[in-house]
Each structure stands twice: as structure tokens, then as C-alpha cells.
């Protein structure tokens, strides 16, 4: 067989919830079925095998990339996502950005394996590195900076102009003013409220948002 004719194979990384509700959204976007099938899923988990809706065809972390192939990191955890993603990569392995949904305002450029769930907005001239996740219904104003690996909860608000790290997580219904900075490795709790820029790798919590210290 030519590889070079071959359909375009998309592999899910996790069989897990998460993995499995990432598939049911890409059976929806207009490329399913066009531009690439998905295959199935890549987990080491045996258990996940009976409640995948498609076979679990290995591994992620020993998975030997075909020419054919994308993948799509389905990983909340930026840790957990570098961890997976690191071997494929290191083969030159090539991941897919899912923006199903997604309502991209002009300008608005982004990286590699970025996932955007349903109802997501976007102001214009954003920039998103590489495995960014936005979850649903969360607003990302104009001229926002986001780090690599970063995971933006569902309901989040990011005003206009502000600059997010790598690695940073924030939860549902946080809201971060605008023109703001929040440092590499940031946590910041649901429904916090940051007023200020938040020093690289602290937790944030409350309204206003203060560092939390784990005792």
C-alpha cells in the first residue's frame, strides 16, 4: 500500500473520560470523515478497552508513528500531556489542533495539538502555543498571550491584552482581568478572581484571588 494515498488515521492519546468525550466531539467536525477517520484510542490502561468506542490500539508511550497518522492528546493535566506527547514528538509525529466550535476572531494563530471545546470565543490577534486546551463556553479576549501546555477550564474570562505562561492551569468560572500576567506553572482556583499578576508556579484561590500555602 502507498502510505502516500493513505487516509489520514487520527489517534486519541487516553481512553479515558475525558479521551472519550474529545472523540465524540471530533465526530462531529466537518473534517471527521474528510480529511481523517479516527482509528482509535492509545492507552496503556487494559481496563478502558470495554468502555472505548473504539479499539485501544496500544501504548502511547512505546506507539511507533505512521506517516499517516495524527494524534490528539486528550490529557487534562499539562504535566500529564507533555509526559505522552514527548515520545511521538521525539519521532517527529505530527498532532492535530481540533477547534470544533471554536469561534476565531481574525488573527488568532495557535500552535500544534490544541483543543478547543464547543462555544469557545476568541478576540482578535490571540496567540496560543503549542497543546493549549480551552474548555467550553469560556471567553478569551483580544490580544491574549497563552503559553504551551496551558488547560483553561469551562466559563473562564480572559480580558484583552493579558499574558498567560506554559503550564499553567485555570479552573471554571476564574476570571482574569485585563492586561495581566500569570507566571510559568500558575494554578488558579474555580472562580477565583485575579486582580493582580500572579508570580509563576503559586496556587491562586477567592475574590479577590491571594495565594494559597499548603500547610
Known amino acids: 500500500m502507498d502510505l502516500r494515498t493513505a487516509p489520514t488515521q487520527a489517534l ?11 472523540y465524540n466531539i471530533m465526530r462531529s467536525d466537518i473534517a471527521n470523515g474528510v480529511d481523517w477517520t479516527v482509528a ?16 485501544v490500539l496500544g501504548d502511547p508511550l512505546t506507539w511507533r508513528a505512521k506517516p499517516h497518522e495524527q494524534f490528539l492528546c486528550a490529557l487534562g493535566e499539562p504535566a500529564q500531556r507533555r509526559r505522552f506527547a514527548a515520545p511521538l514528538l521525539a519521532q517527529g509525529a505530527t498532532f492535530m489542533s481540533l477547534c470544533t466550535g471554536l469561534h ?12 478547543f471545546e464547543p462555544d469557545v470565543r476568541m478576540g482578535v490577534d490571540t496567540l496560543l502555543g503549542d ?22 477550564g469551562s466559563f473562564v474570562f480572559v480580558g484583552g491584552g493579558a499574558q498567560i505562561g506554559s503550564d499553567v ?8 482581568l485585563p492586561r495581566l500576567k500569570i507566571g510559568a506553572g500558575a494554578v488558579i482556583g474555580a472562580g477565583a478572581v485575579v486582580m493582580a499578576d500572579v508570580p509563576p508556579g503559586v496556587t ?8 494559597f500555602r499548603f500547610k
Open 40 to 55: 482509535g484510542f492509545l492507552d496503556s490502561r487494559s481496563e478502558l478497552a470495554a468502555r472505548a468506542p473504539l479499539p
Open 204 to 211: 491562586m484561590i477567592g475574590n479577590p484571588a491571594k495565594i
Open 104 to 115: 476565531k476572531a481574525i488573527g488568532v494563530e495557535m500552535g500544534a495539538g490544541c483543543l
Open 12 to 22: 486519541i492519546i487516553s481512553a479515558g473520560g475525558f479521551g472519550r468525550s474529545v
Open 169 to 176: 492551569i485555570i479552573h471554571p468560572h476564574a476570571t482574569i
Open 131 to 152: 497543546f493549549v486546551f480551552v474548555q467550553s463556553t469560556s471567553l478569551i479576549g483580544y490580544e491574549v498571550r497563552i503559553g504551551d501546555y496551558t488547560t483553561i
